[in-house]
């Protein structure tokens, strides 16, 4: 994937170094390196990056077919975060997300994707039903996600890549089911431009939005 990007931005990078000069603009650097690992076999989680008071640990996740699917926990200063990447309810994102000041964690709603999956069916696109009907496969639900924040401790849930878009804010208590019943702490729907920060050794978790919409 990484080599992917690296030769569609080649075009690029050459004419910037053809504008500004190869003093300027280093050719050598143009390029990104992917850094790979391996989480060992028998385990479900390592730490991939440690330093200057950061450690990131990669942690295995369910999103078939897709092997290795990995989300993510980031502890700094007092303070962590733990990000589901693309899952089904997962026990090892729990286990790796124990205590955490906020976690990260996509949803669906089988409710609202099977009305779209039946409309478009009723429209006689079947292909694209056919696919949304696999969808589920690979997601979580926001009540799951309240599951898992409930049992891992987590002190506030964030729901993300939700699946469907929801045009409508009235569609939100149907997106969310009854995952507020299942979780008692902060939780809200994650909106495009949102920016979480957690005071390093203690504080409440401050939330504003880039885009500067209303909420």
């Known amino acids: ?3 992917g990007f690296n030769e569609a931005y080649t075009l690029d990078d050459g004419y910037r ?4 000069g190869a003093e300027l603009v280093n050719p050598d650097t143009a390029r990104m390196v992917p850094e790979t690992y391996e989480i060992p076999e ?7 990056l440690e330093e200057d008071g950061l450690k990131v640990t990669a942690f295995t996740v369910q999103h078939p077919p897709i092997v290795p699917a990995v ?12 990000i589901s990447g693309d899952t089904i309810y997962s026990e090892t994102l729990i286990e790796a997300s124990k ?4 976690m990260l ?20 696109l079947t292909t694209r039903a056919a696919i949304l009907d696999d969808v589920p496969d690979y997601h979580a639900t926001a009540p799951q996600a309240a599951d898992a924040a409930r049992i891992a401790g987590a002190k506030a849930l964030a729901i993300t890549h939700i699946v469907p878009p929801l045009p409508l804010k ?3 208590e149907v997106f969310l089911a009854d995952a507020e019943d299942r979780y008692d702490g902060p939780l809200w729907l994650a909106q495009d431009g949102d920016l979480y920060s957690l005071p390093a050794g203690g504080g409440e978790l401050q939330k504003s939005n880039m885009i500067g919409r209303g909420r």
């Open 105 to 124: 964690h996509d949803a669906l709603s089988p409710e609202l994707l099977g009305r779209i999956t039946a409309t478009a069916r009723e429209a006689g």
């Open 1 to 3: 994937m990484v080599g």
């Open 170 to 172: 009235g569609l939100e």
């Open 17 to 20: 170094v053809g504008h500004h």
């Open 71 to 82: 989300g993510y926990r980031f502890d700094y200063k007092g303070r962590s975060i733990s």
């Open 99 to 102: 205590g955490v000041d906020l």
């Open 42 to 48: 028998g385990q479900d989680s390592m730490v991939v």
